[in-house]
Nanobody, 129 residues
Framework: QVLLVESGGRLVQAGGSLRLSCAAS????????MGWFRQAPGKEFEFVAA????????AYADSVKGRFTISSDSYKNMVYLQMNSLKPEDTAVYYC??????????????????????WGRGTQVTVSS
């Protein structure tokens, strides 16, 4: 059984930092695209960041560009989201996602949820003003 489990979400003050982690099990995702999405109460599901498989190419939503960084550790089967300069509007449940079969596309291709086959259950990030 393939599982993605997010962790690291918590309450933080505006301007602070958090690092979210996503642990994958059940198969390797080394060389596969992985991404982060989020959903705030009453708002649409939103792309945050993606890491294209097989390389270092990344893509970010405009709202987080320059503040968030996605990275991965293929040996540990992990993907991370470093979030700096957090704002109250970053408050959301953050979800990790992974593609099931390699498509070898650019990172920007992975900015929609239909590109992913596996999803975690999310971790809550709350940013207080």
């Amino acid at each position: 059984q393939v599982l993605l489990v997010e962790s690291g979400g918590r309450l933080v003050q505006a301007g602070g930092s958090l690092r979210l982690s996503c642990a994958a099990s059940g198969r390797t995702f080394s060389g596969y695209a992985m991404g982060w999405f989020r959903q705030a109460p009453g708002k649409e599901f939103e792309f945050v960041a993606a890491h294209a498989g097989g390389g270092e190419e990344t893509a970010y939503a405009d709202s987080v560009k320059g503040r968030f960084t996605i990275s991965s550790d293929s040996y540990k089967n992990m993907v991370y989201l470093q979030m700096n300069s957090l704002k109250p509007e970053d408050t959301a449940v953050y979800y990790c996602a992974a593609e099931g079969s390699r498509k070898y596309r650019s990172a920007s291709y992975y900015s929609t949820k239909d590109k992913y086959d596996y999803w975690g259950r999310g971790t809550q990030v709350t940013v207080s003003s």
